[in-house]
Each structure stands twice: as C-alpha cells, then as structure tokens.
C-alpha cells in the first residue's frame, strides 16, 4: 500500500508587540485562527489543492473582524480602508497581488483571480477595483470594513498626533500595529502555496503599500525550496526581501527551512529594525513559525499529528 504524502497548513494573524485588546479577546483570536486552519486543511484532505486551502484560510481571517484584513482592516489617515493582498503558486511559481484596493470583501480571492485568468500579476487601486467588478467579485460598502476597534485605534493615533509636539510630522509608519493574515499549504500533489492579506498599518499615508502583496517579500512558494508568508513591520520586510530570501538560502546554501527562516528573522534582521515573523512549509511536509517579537498569532495542522494555536512564545 502506498504511503500517503503529506499535508500541510499554517495560518497567522499577524506578529507585533502585546496589546491590550489582545489580552482581552484572547480566545476570539484563537478560535479564528483555529477556524482558519480547518477551513484550510478540509480542502487538503478532501484532494483539494494548495492554492485553494491558501485562499480558504486567509478568506476566514478576512471575514473575521478581529484580525487587520478584510473586515478588520486598518484606517489610513484620512479614515478609509486601503488593502493588499497576494497568492503564489509553487508548482509554477505562477502569482496574483492586488494593492490599494476599496470595498472588495475578501481581496485574496481577487489575487487568486489575477494570477488564474489574467496576464498580469499585481493590479493596483481602480484597475483592481474595476476587474473586481469584471468578474462579479463580492463587494461590501465602505461601512462593513470599519469596524470600531479600529474606528477607536485611528481616533486615537490622530488624537495623540495632534496633541503631542513630539509627534507631529512623524511618519505614520511608525505606528505600532500588525494585523497581516496569511497562509501557508502542502496539497496531496506535493504542491506549495503561500497567501497573505492585510489592511495595513493605522493611520497610514494613503497610498502607502507594505509587504503583504510583493512577492519575494511577504509571500513567496517554489516547490523546489519552500512557501512562506511573512508578517510585521512591512518597510522590514520590504528592505530584507524576506521570502526570497529564505527560499534562496535553501535553493543556493542547502539549508533546512528551519535555519533558513531563523537565519533571516532572528540573525539577519537586526531586533532594531522591526518586528518580523514568518510561517513555512516544505515539499517534505516539514512547517515552521519563527518570530523576533513579543507574539505572533498563528495555528497549524498536518498529516503527521502536528496541530496547536499559539499567540505568545513558548515558555
């Protein structure tokens, strides 16, 4: 009888500093990325393929208002909803990103739309908006995405740069929240997929794109080396080329996804320069979750038994 390959998924909901409101709906976020993994992992073991488990999970994160995607995204600075998103093939290294887009409900499948009936690879703002259409893509009006944690936490930023001399004139990309979902997949056919989606940072300058939809950076999957999802401070993510970067070192210097992703996140990123996490499986079925900051939300589930939920670093 022959032995059944491996499965795989990992989700995250995003790597940054404690907070508060984290502590308080500790056991919403956890359901969610619980949520996410089945949703997820179902469609691996019914025969489903990578991409489709990728975008099954990140689409169960958008729809949940607690994590900074979708539903629960982030204001810019003038109190609108801007989001990014990006799925990648392994087997063909095939790829969708969509950036700056307004009242699509679930911009990952607008991605995965990109990369499977166009010949483009990233569309941005109206274009996006206006392929969405195209092709019936659900929308939502502007209200559904706001959502009042966010509503407070942009009131909040805006209060404190108006009151305090010390801020004014500060980049918004400073401010201190992370929400990025995203997934990673292994299907019965030995494929990779990697997903990511978010709403930015609060406060952000309109117009300012993260991490989330360049691939290389926040998302990237070969079936030769790895598929990863990246997570934190997006500028971070951006300078190092995170994603690539660990497929590479895997690819050209033979290491294990494991010391791969280690090297990148806790060696290579200086703990200064930002918070950074990333989640990664390999065509081996081998998964890992590395972060230098103070929690990452983040499940997972394969076919050898290995399932959890964490928020904060194992004690």
């Given at each position: 009888m022959a032995k059944k390959k491996p499965l795989a998924i990992i989700v995250h909901?995003?790597?940054?500093?404690?907070?508060?409101?984290?502590?308080?709906?500790?056991?919403?976020?956890?359901?969610?990325?619980?949520?996410?993994?089945?949703?997820?992992?179902?469609?691996?073991?019914?025969?489903?393929?990578?991409?489709?488990?990728?975008?099954a999970a990140v689409k169960r994160l958008e729809d949940n208002p607690l994590f900074n995607a979708g539903r629960g995204s982030a204001l810019n600075a003038n109190g609108e909803v801007e989001m990014d998103?990006?799925?990648?093939?392994?087997?063909?290294?095939?790829?969708?990103?969509?950036?700056?887009?307004?009242?699509?409900?679930?911009?990952?499948?607008?991605?995965?739309?990109?990369?499977?009936?166009?010949?483009y690879r990233f569309l941005g703002d109206m274009g996006a908006?206006?392929?969405?259409?195209?092709?019936?893509?659900?929308?939502?009006?502007?209200?559904?995405?706001?959502?009042?944690?966010?509503?407070?936490?942009?009131?909040?930023?805006?209060?404190?740069?108006?009151?305090s001399s010390d801020r004014i004139g500060l980049d918004e990309l400073n401010a201190r929240m992370h929400g990025t979902v995203g997934a990673v997949a292994l299907d019965r056919d030995g494929n990779l997929a990697a997903a990511t989606s978010t709403g930015g940072t609060e406060n952000k300058k309109m117009g300012r794109i993260g991490d989330s939809c360049l691939i290389g950076v926040g998302c990237y999957a070969k079936n030769k080396t790895c598929a990863i999802s990246g997570t934190g401070d997006g500028e971070v993510l951006i300078k190092n080329v995170i994603a690539y970067d660990i497929s590479a070192l895997?690819?050209?210097?033979?290491?294990?996804?494991?010391?791969?992703?280690?090297?990148?996140?806790?060696?290579?990123?200086?703990?200064?320069?930002g918070d950074v996490g990333v989640i990664g499986v390999d065509a081996q079925g081998n998964i890992t979750l590395v972060f230098n900051s103070e929690r990452m939300h983040r499940g997972w589930r394969t076919s050898a038994n290995q399932h959890g939920v964490e928020i904060y670093k194992k004690k």
């Open positions: 909901g995003g790597a940054g500093p404690d907070s508060d409101h984290i502590h308080k709906n500790k056991k919403g976020y956890e359901k969610g990325i619980q949520e996410a993994v089945e949703a997820g992992y179902k469609i691996l073991e019914e025969g489903g393929s990578a991409v489709d488990a990728v975008e998103a990006a799925l990648m093939r392994g087997s063909d290294q095939a790829s969708g990103a969509v950036a700056l887009v307004r009242n699509i409900r679930n911009p990952i499948s607008l991605a995965k739309a990109v990369m499977l009936n166009t010949q908006l206006e392929y969405a259409k195209k092709i019936d893509i659900r929308m939502e009006p502007s209200s559904y995405f706001i959502t009042e944690h966010q509503f407070d936490a942009f009131s909040k930023k805006r209060e404190e740069e108006f009151t895997m690819e050209y210097k033979g290491l294990t996804l494991q010391k791969a992703c280690e090297t990148v996140v806790l060696e290579r990123v200086k703990p200064e320069e």
